[in-house]
């Protein structure tokens, strides 16, 4: 069992930047592979970014490519993303997920993911 909670949302300006962080409870944290999605208001959820367990190998949208970083601490048991240059299309409720998985690449880095957290809201302003 795998809990997440995420942090560092809240309302920026275009052009801004905001780093947000998923911490994890339990001891599993370290097997997972960690995903960030989000949803806007009116709109389905949407894949953003995923690392692999070690945090060897990222993978992003099309849409946040350039911008958007992921990252992971498994002795913190948290998995970072650290968003620049945002505009109003990245509006929307940041959700963290995590999937047990030790492969070093990610057949569905979008999908197939055992465990979500509540979200945080992320609000950029034009």
């Known amino acids: 069992q795998v809990q997440l909670v995420e942090s560092g949302g809240g309302l920026v300006q275009a052009g801004g930047s905001l780093r947000l962080s998923c911490a994890a409870s339990?001891?599993?944290?370290?097997?997972?592979?960690m995903g960030w999605f989000r949803q806007a208001p009116g709109k389905e959820r949407e894949f953003v970014a995923a690392?692999?367990?070690?945090?060897?190998?990222?993978y992003y949208a099309n849409s946040v490519k350039g911008r958007f970083t992921i990252s992971r601490n498994n002795a913190k048991n948290t998995v970072y993303l650290q968003m620049n240059s945002l505009n109003d299309e990245d509006t929307a409720v940041y959700v963290c997920?995590?999937?047990?998985?030790?492969?070093?690449?990610?057949?569905?880095?979008?999908?197939?993911?055992?465990?979500w957290g509540q979200g945080t809201q992320v609000t950029v302003s034009s």
């Open positions: 997920a995590a999937k047990l998985n030790l492969r070093e690449r990610l057949e569905r880095p979008d999908r197939d993911y055992n465990y």
């Open positions: 339990g001891r599993t944290f370290s097997n997972c592979a």
């Open positions: 690392i692999t367990w070690s945090g060897r190998n990222t």
